[in-house]
């Protein structure tokens, strides 16, 4: 078996030890890194998201796998940043002010870091500002929003509406999602889309990069 072919196995059975002894091994061998990503951790992730999908795979099988793929991105992103690859797109993602609820929003960004975006993960509790200064200075291309708590779903509302007042809803795309918010939701809100787990928010993310 290839150092990819391992790493890929680990990937998908949540080894992270595994994974990265695969990745520094690739390395070694002389495997680049972008192919790493592009060959190997990308079709990786987009497998459990097809299992999580079909009901194969649950959250905590889900959890396993994103925790081997970070695994193998912190010895890759220091590399892919001196190589200049570019990435797939840039995604700002955070959970609404006032939610505390971050699992489902790692996961989504593992699963997006995974998928050959850049991320630039702000936590929870994130007010509209703040994703407003760091979509602003980083020059992201997508914002994704978690909300778990019926009463923060207004404040997805409250982040869209901060950029249209700030004139810079035509340069991001804003993406939502989260238990209690739906498509409908979205829409109603103005959010450009709507991912109802972390695999289908790359998905999304893709769509919305390409349009
Ligand atoms: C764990 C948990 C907590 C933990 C959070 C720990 C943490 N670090 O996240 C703690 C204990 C802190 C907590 C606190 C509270 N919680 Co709580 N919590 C949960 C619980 C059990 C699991 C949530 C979870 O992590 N699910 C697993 C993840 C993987 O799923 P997920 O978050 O839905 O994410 C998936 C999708 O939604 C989607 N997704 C998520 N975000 C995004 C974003 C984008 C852009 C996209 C595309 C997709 C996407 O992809 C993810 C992966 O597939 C749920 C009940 C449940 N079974 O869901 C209650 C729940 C969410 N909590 C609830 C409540 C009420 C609270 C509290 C108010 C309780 C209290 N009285 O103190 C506080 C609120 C604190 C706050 N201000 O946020 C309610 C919410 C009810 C409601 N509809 O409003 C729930 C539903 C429990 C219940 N049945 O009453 N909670």
Not at 73 to 89: C, E, K, V, W, Y
Not at 124 to 130: C, F, K, L, Q, S
Request: glycine share 10%; hydrophobic share 50%; charged share 20%.
């Amino acid at each position: 078996m290839s150092e990819l072919e391992k790493l890929h196995e680990a990937v998908i059975e949540g080894d992270w030890k595994a994974a990265a002894a695969a990745t520094e091994a690739a390395i070694a061998a002389g495997v680049a890194p972008l192919t790493i990503v592009t060959g190997c951790l990308v079709p990786a992730m987009d497998e459990v998201g097809r299992r999580f999908e079909c009901e194969e795979y649950f959250v905590p099988e889900m959890l396993l796998s994103a925790r081997a793929m970070k695994a193998s991105m912190d010895i890759l992103r220091p590399l892919l940043a001196a190589s200049g690859a570019q990435p797939a797109g840039r995604v700002v993602i955070g959970t609404v002010k006032g939610d505390l609820h971050d699992i489902g929003k790692n996961l989504v960004a593992s699963m997006l870091e995974g998928g050959g975006f850049e991320v630039i993960d702000l936590g929870a509790d994130v007010p509209a500002e703040r994703f407003i200064e760091a979509v602003t200075q980083r020059n992201a291309n997508v914002l994704a929003l978690s909300a778990l708590l019926t009463v923060t779903m207004p404040a997805m509302k409250t982040v869209v509406e901060a950029f249209n007042s700030a004139g810079l809803r035509g340069k991001v795309k804003i993406m939502v999602g989260g238990a209690p918010v739906n498509q409908q939701y979205a829409e109603s809100i103005g959010a450009d889309g709507y991912g109802e787990s972390a695999a289908a928010a790359v998905a999304v993310a893709r769509r919305l990069v390409a349009a």
